[in-house]
């Protein structure tokens, strides 16, 4: 892909990150009702060509940064005929539209935990066979792998946005509520400082596309992560490496690193994505206009979610300095930055803590020591065995990839002087992240405890990417100078390995792993539109996660309740409401439970939502019906919706 096409998706992207900054910086101080949008575009524009400006001014020649010219089968090869172009790009495009039939035509709106409860074993057959072939057109068909990559990466990235009729996960229906509120009103109060860059980016696209919100808000991470993560890793690897066929393998090679962050669009995930873009180009800043690049990502990350952008911001900061030619400068502001980077994420969860009850902290770093050292599966079939010696040891298969990074960086000090930046800050933020893990996190459900300082932790994990990217070239390098044969078998290996990342990525059910967390189904949506049309008056409904934000796609946020504006069905899993659901369904269903979530907010009539895949489904069924007003069967018992009247 030559560069007039790489910088015209770089001004892509950064148009994309100005919509998103000043769109989310017009919604928290005034609105995106009409004048909002067309503000922050006219502010986006304007900025846009100010910033390319720039880039004309300061687009002088990157000075290259490579390991080892390597590949020299690319400079002295023949180049390869026309026809077994024309065949390996076709056989390829079979497989990707056969891997799509297979998701679509197995679309389910069931109550399900994972999508491999759904689609076939054979779908990974052909998920192979493409990955095989992908990796055929790499050596023969250069010109055009990329975009046969990223179409690859969409295809890996969107199995849950696909097979999940209904939509996945339990915040993704909370957002598109949100987003569909703003759209109505123009605002939705509070306005965090967080969340808006999402808000702002989804709102705004369905304004001037008329596309809907809900599709838009499913698609957005997706889309953009096949589209921008092959196009940033192709920027910094022809910048590293002279071999074409090595970088665009390398950068197919990168899932199997596993991104379940980049499967579904949630603020958190979308400013990881733009964390994740910094932190490549960063690897290849050579002037203001990089720099502009990778502060725009930064900002918005940064403007999305905190726990991202706050480390984005650091990084540009530990840049700047880096680039500075000031040497007394940098001795003092590094050890600055590296404190700053350690405590200012545990400052902030402390101060969010402080007024809060204090709750026993779970000590997960003892819970890891205590595991085994290396977990080989061996009570499946051999096909689960192989993904999950894989899985269950990632973490330990990552650290050996970084600590290769760590020893070819080394080896090689004056080109890769910058790398060691990005390990302090991995440093850094894994002591933030043993700090974090510390605090009690009292305003959290007990079972969310541990969700915030992983987030950390992945934060840390993400600057070790330019380590990964070395050991896994350096692996590619070796294989390619092997016996053809060899390298089949190793191309075959690696296409079955891509297939067992693809599995581990998405939630499972399967004799290793239970993901838990069923989808919002059918049902779901059936017993809220029954409650809806069944309360004559006011009332509040006691349902687990899934009927929650199954109510609020259907009706949005239609009512609160009593002087602390209780939502009427238990959203956030930190409402009271919530409490006195799991009181039903793990003490006992009656009345009394009932009773006291009405006098709480102040209606005479509550619903007590119970899906039939619930563990103690039976033994909960006949108590409730002993102790509610009316019941009523949903979709033949797949869900029963219990009515209580003071």
Known sequence: MNNKILNIANSLLMLICLILVFGGLVYRFYSLNRPGVIISLILAVISFVIIQYFYIISNKKTRRFKIDAVDKVDKKSAPYPFRLKIIGAGVYFLTLILSFYILFSHQTGAAIVSPWQIVPKYFFIVYSLATLFLIGNSIINKKIALPLIMFHYFLSFSVAL?????????????????????????????????????????????????????????????????????????????????????????????????????????????????????????????????????????????????????????????????????????????????????????????????????????????????????????????????????????????????????????????????????????AALFASYLITAKLPFAFLIGYERDDYPQRILLAACLFLLPFFILSIYSWLEKIAKQKALVILIFAVFFSLFLSAALYITYPRYDNYFNSRGYAVSAADINAVDFIDKDADNDCIVLANQQASVAALSRFGFKKYYGPDKIFYYPIPTGSPLYQYYLDMVYKKPSREIMLKAMDLTGVDTGYFVLNKYWWAFTKILDEAKLSATSWQAIDNGEIYVFKYEK
């Not at 991470?221 to 970088?247: G, Q």
């Not at 958190?268 to 690897?283: C, D, K, P, S, T």
């Open 162 to 426: 696909i097979v999940y009729k209904l939509g996945y996960g339990y915040d993704p229906f909370i957002h598109q509520a949100t987003e569909n509120l703003i759209d109505q009103t123009g605002a939705v109060e509070p306005k965090p400082f967080y969340y808006l860059g999402q808000y702002a980016l989804v709102v705004i696209f369905h304004k001037i596309t008329a596309l809907p919100i809900i599709w838009l808000d499913k698609l957005i991470l997706p889309l953009l992560a096949a589209i921008f993560l092959p196009l940033t890793l192709w920027r910094v690897l022809k910048d590293w490496f002279d071999s074409v066929s090595l970088n665009l393998i390398l950068i197919l090679a990168l899932l199997i690193l596993s991104f379940p962050f980049l499967i579904v669009t949630t603020p958190q995930n979308l400013a990881y994505f733009f964390l994740i873009l910094a932190i490549l180009l960063g690897l290849t800043c050579k002037n203001f206009y990089g720099f502009l690049t990778i502060l725009l990502l930064s900002l918005a990350a940064a403007i999305t979610h905190p726990l991202a952008g706050l480390p984005a911001l650091l990084f540009c900061a530990f840049l700047a300095v880096y680039h500075s030619d000031k040497a007394k400068l940098k001795r003092y502001l590094y050890p600055i930055l590296t404190i700053i980077t350690i405590t200012i994420l545990p400052a902030l969860f402390y101060f969010l803590n402080k007024n809060m009850a204090a709750a026993a902290a779970g000590d997960n770093l003892a819970e890891n020591i205590n595991r085994p050292l290396i977990n080989i599966p061996g009570h499946e079939n051999f096909i689960l065995n192989f993904i999950y010696l894989y899985g269950f040891n990632l973490k330990y298969i990552l650290a050996l990839l970084a600590l290769g990074g760590i020893f070819i960086a080394y080896k090689h000090k004056e080109q890769c002087k910058i790398l060691w930046l990005y390990l302090a800050l991995s």
